[in-house]
């Protein structure tokens, strides 16, 4: 039941832009994107509830297709504290589990 | 502030030790999640608990492997007869309804080595 991500590693300039795909073969009831620094605690950034539903800032945003059990994270103009891996994340139906995705690391060079 | 404590940070134990992990949530929640995560992975679910009540577990967690939340407050995860491949970094999540709308908020975790 762990979504899959795709990439599964990026390296950009600051300054590009990054899509970073979540796919599951299951149905996604939400969707959540975490980004990890390394050594740290994975970091909350948004949360998608509804299909079709798009979130996020002006840099960093997020969409969610229900049907086709999909969810993409948008970087823009990436920074240097961009860096890390991101996980996309979805509950189970009973809300008891959750399952991380495979994770995408993202580095942004100088 | 992650609102959430966890003890010890760092722990690095010979195989076959038992070591005990403690999360402290700063404010109330009802539920609490242990998770773990090795490098270069995902963290994993392992268990879960409603108040007092342990309702759900990973197959992940083996018979070595017990956890308890026994006020509904701070919760141990106690492995037993540790082996090399126990070492990961183990993440409490406590969350409430509002998890779902506000996200999991992660502790700083404790990263295990067994040597």
């Known amino acids: 039941q762990q979504p899959v991500q795709s990439p599964q590693a990026v390296i950009l300039r600051e300054g590009e832009d990054a899509v970073i795909n979540c796919s599951s073969s299951?149905?996604?009831?939400?969707v959540h994107w975490y980004r990890q620094k390394h050594g740290e605690a994975p970091v909350f950034l948004m949360i998608l509830l509804k299909g079709g539903e798009q979130k996020g800032h002006e840099k960093i945003s997020a969409s969610f297709n229900e049907k086709k059990q999909q969810s993409s994270l948008y970087l823009t103009a990436s920074q240097l504290s961009y860096s890390g891996t991101y996980f996309c994340g979805t509950p189970s139906l009973t809300g008891n589990q959750f399952y991380f995705g495979t994770g995408t690391s993202l580095t942004v060079i100088p | 502030d992650t609102g959430v404590s966890q003890n010890p940070r760092h722990k690095i134990t010979k195989r076959g030790q038992n070591v005990t992990f403690r999360c402290d949530p700063i404010?109330?929640?009802?539920?609490l999640y242990w998770y773990r995560q090795t490098l270069g992975q995902g963290p994993e679910f392992l268990t879960y608990f409603q108040n007092e009540a342990q309702l759900e577990k990973s197959r992940l967690l083996s018979d070595r492997f017990s956890a308890e939340r026994p006020k509904g407050s701070f919760s141990t995860l106690e492995i037993q007869r540790t082996e090399q491949g126990d070492s990961a970094m183990y993440l409490c999540?406590?969350?409430?309804?509002?998890?779902?709308?506000?996200?999991?908020?992660f502790g700083s975790g404790t990263r295990l080595t067994v040597v």
């Open positions: 299951k149905a996604l009831y939400s």
């Open positions: 404010s109330e929640h009802n539920r």
């Open positions: 999540v406590p969350g409430g309804r509002r998890v779902t709308n506000y996200g999991y908020t």
